[in-house]
């Protein structure tokens, strides 16, 4: 385990103005915060999409609720988009941060944690365009499944 200060800060605690620094390094950048919206945001659609509906008339409205949302709202899908393509921009950032890297370069804590925090960043950032993927082709499986039940119940009525 890597503290290399530990045992200086149960001896003495860091001066105020260290704090206040340390704080400001540990800050969150805003586009990060954003991504962490965007995938939480299509995991919760996503599980509203998986989840075993009781009717098909329920499954209608799910899925008209989410496909006119999508179609009538530009500024969702700008937003959708924008986040999306930052989304690469850190995805790329981050797997050239973990490319090259090899493991006599990992040798002190900080580059350790550096390396961690790259890894960590590459997979939220993977799994959010990847569930973006993913939504997008449950909504036409859920859409035609919606619209192969009607037709069963069509046929059935004749």
């Given at each position: 385990?890597?503290?290399?200060?530990?045992?200086?800060?149960?001896?003495?605690?860091?001066?105020?103005?260290?704090?206040?620094?340390?704080?400001?390094?540990?800050?969150?950048?805003?586009?990060?915060?954003?991504?962490?919206?965007?995938?939480?945001?299509?995991?919760?659609?996503?599980?509203?999409?998986?989840?075993?509906?009781?009717?098909?008339?329920?499954?209608?409205?799910?899925?008209?609720?989410?496909?006119?949302?999508?179609?009538?709202?530009?500024?969702?899908?700008?937003?959708?988009?924008?986040?999306?393509?930052?989304?690469?921009?850190?995805?790329?950032s981050s797997m050239s941060?973990?490319?090259?890297?090899?493991?006599?370069?990992?040798?002190?804590?900080?580059?350790?944690?550096?390396?961690?925090?790259?890894?960590?960043?590459?997979?939220?950032?993977?799994?959010?365009?990847?569930?973006?993927?993913?939504?997008?082709?449950?909504?036409?499986?859920?859409?035609?499944?919606?619209?192969?039940?009607?037709?069963?119940?069509?046929?059935?009525?004749?």
């Amino acid at each position: 385990f890597c503290h290399p200060t530990a045992e200086r800060n149960r001896r003495t605690p860091l001066p105020l103005l260290e704090q206040k620094e340390k704080r400001r390094k540990e800050a969150m950048d805003p586009g990060w915060l954003l991504l962490f919206i965007l995938l939480v945001a299509e995991g919760a659609s996503l599980s509203i999409l998986v989840f075993p509906m009781p009717s098909n008339t329920i499954r209608g409205m799910v899925i008209n609720f989410f496909s006119k949302t999508w179609a009538r709202s530009n500024v969702l899908r700008y937003l959708t988009f924008f986040l999306l393509l930052l989304n690469v921009v850190y995805f790329a950032s981050s797997m050239s941060s973990i490319w090259g890297v090899e493991a006599f370069d990992l040798q002190t804590c900080e580059a350790k944690l550096d390396y961690f925090r790259h890894e960590r960043n590459s997979y939220i950032t993977g799994f959010g365009l990847f569930l973006f993927v993913v939504l997008q082709r449950i909504v036409q499986i859920q859409t035609q499944l919606h619209d192969a039940r009607d037709d069963v119940k069509a046929s059935k009525k004749k």
